[in-house]
């Protein structure tokens, strides 16, 4: 399993969080001991700052901690801490809120992730991305269509996360920028020939399915180590994690009311194909 430096943070965040709960210690009472501000003790344990390594072993002898224990998780610090994300070249159009979540995309273990409006970016073809872009005015496509295919390395690694997609029939009918046959014929099939791949899930939420309603795009991300499972979700003016359990439940139930009215894999398949089908007829009208 792939570990970047921002799942090796959320993971020593979550064993000093741990750590620090045991010993019946406060947040602030920890940040008295390092002399910064509970903000910054939260930040450390929710793994959104890096830590010093002194600072690490402060809060160890506050825990009580120390041995092989100690050592374990000193480890870790100097692993999260040792190297850092490469954002700079053309990854560096990937804006500050979406980092982490690229970052942790290959560490999981399983992904749940709804889409409405717009083909999720691990799935669009390239010609899709070009499209989507163009239309949005962009003025470093390149380096954003190469970010976008460095993503879809997760399902190379030799042991990928478990992808499971649900797309709204809306997001397959909806081109970037108007009426386009060509750029979501060239989707369709791209659709078809990843759906093939292990671990790889796609299932088409039909305009005709059983709900009351449907909720914004989230996704869902769940990790092998103790590294916090989390949901994320996007917006015009960023991202927002969420890791708080009833929070987590709430998109986990929601995913499971989608997932329970989406088409199975074999009918999605069939609607893709039926739907290609459609847009080479308009292509040839």
Request: glycine share 8%.
């Given at each position: 399993?792939?570990?970047?430096?921002?799942?090796?943070?959320?993971?020593l965040?979550n064993?000093?969080?741990?750590?620090?709960n045991?010993?019946?210690?406060?947040?602030?009472?920890?940040?008295?001991?390092l002399?910064?501000?509970?903000?910054k003790?939260?930040?450390?344990?929710?793994?959104?700052?890096?830590?010093?390594?002194g600072?690490?072993?402060?809060?160890?002898e506050?825990?009580?901690?120390?041995?092989?224990?100690?050592?374990?998780?000193?480890?870790?610090?100097?692993?999260?801490?040792?190297?850092?994300?490469?954002?700079?070249?053309?990854?560096?159009?990937?804006p500050?809120?979406f980092r982490?979540f690229?970052?942790?995309?290959?560490?999981?273990?399983?992904?749940?992730?709804?889409?409405?409006?717009?083909?999720?970016?691990?799935?669009?073809s390239?010609?899709?991305?070009?499209?989507?872009?163009?239309?949005?005015?962009?003025t470093?496509v390149?380096?954003l269509v190469?970010?976008?295919?460095?993503r879809?390395?997760?399902?190379?690694?030799?042991?990928p996360p478990?992808?499971?997609?649900?797309i709204?029939?809306?997001?397959?009918?909806?081109a970037?920028?108007?009426?386009?046959?060509?750029?979501?014929?060239?989707?369709v099939?791209?659709?078809?020939?990843?759906?093939?791949?292990?671990?790889?899930?796609?299932?088409?939420?039909?305009?005709?399915?059983?709900?009351?309603?449907?909720?914004?795009?989230?996704t869902?991300m769940?990790f092998p180590?103790?590294?916090r499972?989390?949901?994320?979700?996007?917006h015009?003016?960023?991202?927002?994690?969420?890791?708080?359990?009833k929070?987590f439940?709430?998109?986990?139930?929601?995913?499971d009311?989608?997932?329970?009215a989406a088409?199975?894999?074999?009918?999605?398949?069939?609607?893709?194909?039926g739907?290609?089908d459609?847009?080479?007829?308009?292509?040839?009208?």
């Amino acid at each position: 399993m792939a570990s970047t430096v921002t799942s090796r943070r959320k993971q020593l965040g979550n064993e000093l969080r741990h750590a620090r709960n045991a010993s019946k210690l406060t947040q602030q009472q920890v940040a008295e001991v390092l002399g910064c501000t509970q903000g910054k003790v939260n930040k450390i344990e929710s793994g959104a700052v890096g830590v010093k390594l002194g600072d690490v072993r402060s809060m160890l002898e506050a825990f009580g901690i120390n041995g092989d224990e100690a050592e374990a998780l000193m480890g870790l610090a100097r692993a999260a801490a040792g190297q850092r994300g490469q954002w700079s070249g053309y990854r560096s159009v990937v804006p500050h809120w979406f980092r982490t979540f690229t970052d942790l995309e290959p560490a999981a273990a399983e992904i749940l992730t709804w889409h409405g409006e717009r083909i999720p970016g691990p799935l669009q073809s390239e010609h899709y991305m070009l499209k989507q872009f163009t239309e949005a005015g962009a003025t470093d496509v390149t380096s954003l269509v190469r970010n976008r295919l460095d993503r879809k390395a997760v399902f190379d690694q030799q042991q990928p996360p478990y992808y499971r997609f649900i797309i709204s029939e809306g997001a397959l009918r909806r081109a970037p920028g108007g009426v386009a046959p060509a750029v979501m014929l060239d989707q369709v099939e791209h659709l078809l020939a990843l759906d093939r791949r292990p671990r790889v899930y796609v299932h088409v939420l039909p305009f005709g399915a059983r709900l009351a309603s449907v909720p914004n795009d989230f996704t869902i991300m769940r990790f092998p180590d103790r590294t916090r499972d989390f949901v994320y979700i996007e917006h015009s003016a960023g991202g927002l994690y969420l890791d708080d359990d009833k929070d987590f439940q709430l998109f986990v139930d929601s995913w499971d009311r989608l997932r329970g009215a989406a088409l199975e894999r074999q009918e999605t398949r069939q609607f893709l194909l039926g739907l290609a089908d459609t847009y080479r007829r308009q292509m040839n009208a």
